[in-house]
C-alpha cells in the first residue's frame, strides 16, 4: 500500500501543506530497474517508479563528476568527491534497509556507478535541457553540470508525486543514522505534504535589519545581498500527492519552471 496518504488541508507554514496521514510504514523495497538508463525515453519513468518505489516511495540522489559551480572556487577536488559522497549514502541507505533509490546522473558516468551500485542500485540520466532553445553557454553551463541535474530530478519529482509516489530527495553529502520513514509518517510531520529543511546564515543580524526574516519566532537573516535565505539544506520530501495539481504540485511545477523559464531567457532577461 501507499504511504502517507489522505485529504488536503489548509497550508499552514511556509513550504509545509498540511494533510492527514493514514498511517505510518517503512518502504524500502525494491526490484531491478531493466529499461533504459535514459530516463526521457517514452515509458521509461514508470517502469522505473514500479521498480524501485512498489510500496510508493522513492529516494532520489544525484552525483555527477562534472561541476558545481557554487564550489569550483571553494574545492576542486569536489567532483570526485561528491560520486564517493554519492555512493557512500546508497550504502548508508542499505544498511537501514532502504533499497527503493535511483541516482541520477549522467550518461557517461552511469555505467561507472551501476558497476559501483551493484545489482540492487539504479542510475537514470536525462537529456532535458540540452537543447539549443536553453542558452546553457550564456549561463556558462555544459551538460552534466549539477545545476541541470537538479533541474531534471525536480521536474522527475514532481512527476512521481504526481503518479502517486512520494519522494525523498536527499543530498550526496547527507548521511543517515535511521531509517526516516517512521518520522515522515507520524507525529506532527505526518500531516506535511511538502517538507523543506531550512537553513540560515549563522551569527547576529545585521543592525540595519534589512533583508532579515523571523520563522516561526526564530530571527534568520539574508546574505550580503538581502536575498531571502536558502530553503533546501540537503533533504525534501515530497508526499505523495492526493490532490491533482493540489499544493505539492504547485510548489514543485512552480520550482521547476522558473528553472525552465531562466535556462531559455538567459541571466540578462
Known amino acids: 500500500p501507499l504511504c502517507g496518504r489522505g485529504a488536503a488541508m489548509p497550508a499552514v507554514a511556509l513550504c509545509v501543506l498540511a494533510l492527514h496521514s493514514l498511517g505510518a510504514c517503512a518502504p524500502g523495497r525494491s526490484f531491478p530497474y531493466t529499461g533504459p538508463a535514459l530516463i526521457d525515453t517514452p515509458g521509461a519513468f514508470d517502469a522505473l517508479l514500479r521498480a524501485r518505489a512498489p510500496d510508493g516511495e522513492l529516494i532520489v540522489l544525484t552525483i555527477t563528476d562534472t561541476r558545481d ?89 514532481l512527476e512521481a508525486v504526481s503518479r502517486g509516489v512520494g519522494v525523498l530527495k536527499v543530498d550526496a553529502d547527507v548521511h543517515l543514522l535511521a531509517d526516516p520513514y517512521p518520522y515522515l509518517h507520524s507525529g506532527v510531520l505526518a500531516k506535511a505534504q511538502l517538507i523543506v529543511q531550512g537553513d540560515s546564515v549563522p551569527g547576529p543580524c545585521p543592525p540595519s535589519g534589512r533583508g532579515d526574516k523571523v520563522v516561526s519566532g526564530v530571527p534568520v537573516c539574508a546574505d550580503a545581498e538581502h536575498k531571502p535565505p536558502p530553503w533546501n539544506t540537503g533533504l525534501t520530501y515530497a508526499r505523495a500527492n492526493p490532490v491533482p495539481r493540489g499544493g505539492t504540485w504547485g510548489v514543485l511545477n512552480g520550482t521547476w519552471g522558473l528553472f525552465d523559464t531562466r535556462l531559455r531567457r538567459g541571466p540578462s532577461a
Not at 539504479?122 to 536553453?134: K, L, R, T, W
Open 69 to 157: 559551480l557554487r564550489r569550483v572556487d571553494k574545492d576542486a577536488l569536489l567532483a570526485r568527491k561528491a560520486t564517493a559522497m554519492g555512493l557512500n549514502l546508497v550504502r548508508n541507505l542499505g544498511q537501514l534497509g532502504l533499497f527503493n533509490t535511483v541516482v541520477f546522473s549522467t550518461e557517461a558516468l552511469c555505467p561507472r556507478l551501476m558497476e559501483m551500485q551493484g545489482p540492487k542500485g539504479a542510475c537514470v540520466y536525462s537529456q532535458m535541457f540540452h537543447g539549443p532553445e536553453f542558452r546553457l553557454e550564456a549561463w556558462k553551463l555544459r551538460p552534466g553540470d549539477m545545476p541541470l541535474l537538479w533541474g531534471q530530478s525536480w521536474f522527475y519529482l
